[in-house]
């Protein structure tokens, strides 16, 4: 399987699922069952979204809409990964071209109250920032008075900035590309003194793009905060449920210690809620569409939260991003999943 570069092609790549319970309602779980593929929008960039050294797809977004095939169809494998410009994500998910998007899509009212959208939990706290070229530590790049900033088109990050362009008066000239490789290509073609987006992505996208002798700083700037959070079209409740509690058992298994080596044991030998997550709840599974196991097939064949997290960004990557705010609400993060029960 591969996912190809972003060439405005489809970015793909597609396995056998297992059957599974047929869907009572609910056209999205239907249309993926008949398929055998969820398909999921992703933005490709350095640890969410990209290839490892074999072509194959990796990173945390991949993950995560590797879990909803292996909730919805039993394989975690059964995904087709695509892409779209970032003006044009939403309509991707409206118009069904895709079941779900996780191309980093920061979670606000005007786009929860202006697209035919449902937003699922906030599965990574992040905020916006600038990167630009200077040999030391940077200065806040507020304190410029011009300046060209290369930043992507339909972003939260362009909305923010000529929010503050126009607030603070700041002859910057804004240069959009129509994703993040295009953004950031134009600012390591010194197109621009600054670039603009949330600030793991640039952590990420520097650590693996600067070459010996760049002098590339991230400055002290925090323009916004941001929750990603994954998107499906509005209207079916069914499918909203099986995304959003999908995220919650990723959650959940973090907080409880179930992960991919001991989901077997902890499905018999764990505490209630541990059972009820791993072995199911009777006949809830079955009016979701799903085998009852659904969860323990997700953690067994995914891992849970902190697994995705550290082996594509944190300490078992090239990365060694902090989780942050991006960790269990029992360790001082914002990670909370609601009761199984």
């Not at 362009?165 to 600012?187: C, D, H």
């Not at 603009?196 to 693996?208: E, I, R, S, W, Y």
């Not at 990365?319 to 609601?338: C, M, S, T």
Request: charged share 20%.
């Amino acid at each position: 399987m591969r996912l190809l570069r972003p060439t405005g092609a489809i970015l793909a790549f597609a396995l056998a699922c297992l059957t599974q319970p047929a869907a009572s309602a609910g056209t999205i779980l239907q249309g993926v069952q008949q398929r055998g593929v969820v398909r999921c929008s992703v933005a490709t960039a350095s640890g969410f979204a990209a290839h490892d050294e074999s072509g194959r797809p990796v990173g945390l977004m991949v993950d995560f809409c590797r879990a909803i095939a292996a909730a919805a169809l039993g394989n975690a494998e059964a995904v087709e990964l695509r892409h779209f410009p970032r003006a044009k994500d939403y309509d991707a998910v409206e118009n069904h071209d895709v079941d779900v998007s996780f191309s980093m899509n920061s979670w606000s009212l005007g786009r929860d109250g202006t697209h035919k959208i449902d937003f699922g939990p906030v599965l990574f706290y992040d905020s916006q920032g600038f990167a630009t070229w200077s040999a030391g530590p940077a200065a806040p790049a507020r304190t410029r008075t011009e300046a060209t900033v290369c930043v992507t088109a339909g972003s939260s990050a362009k909305r923010n900035l000529e929010t503050m362009i126009r607030t603070q008066g700041l002859k910057w000239t804004l240069r959009s590309g129509n994703s993040w490789e295009e953004t950031l290509q134009a600012f390591l073609s010194r197109d621009c003194s600054l670039v603009a987006a949330d600030h793991a992505v640039l952590m990420t996208a520097l650590k693996t793009l600067r070459q010996p002798g760049d002098a590339i700083a991230i400055t002290p700037d925090t323009l916004s905060r941001e929750a990603l959070s994954p998107v499906i079209a509005a209207g079916d409740h069914q499918w909203q449920l099986i995304v959003r509690w999908t995220m919650f058992a990723l959650i959940l298994a973090e907080e409880k210690g179930i992960g991919k080596a001991n989901a077997a044991d902890k499905r018999t030998g764990g505490d209630l809620e541990t059972r009820r997550l791993l072995a199911g709840i009777p006949s809830v599974g079955a009016k979701l569409g799903l085998a009852d196991d659904w969860a323990f097939q997700v953690i067994s064949q995914v891992g849970n939260y902190g697994e995705i997290f550290e082996r594509n960004l944190g300490k078992g990557s090239a990365f060694l991003l902090d989780r942050g705010l991006n960790k269990p609400w029992d360790q001082g993060g914002l990670l909370y999943a609601p009761p199984f029960q």
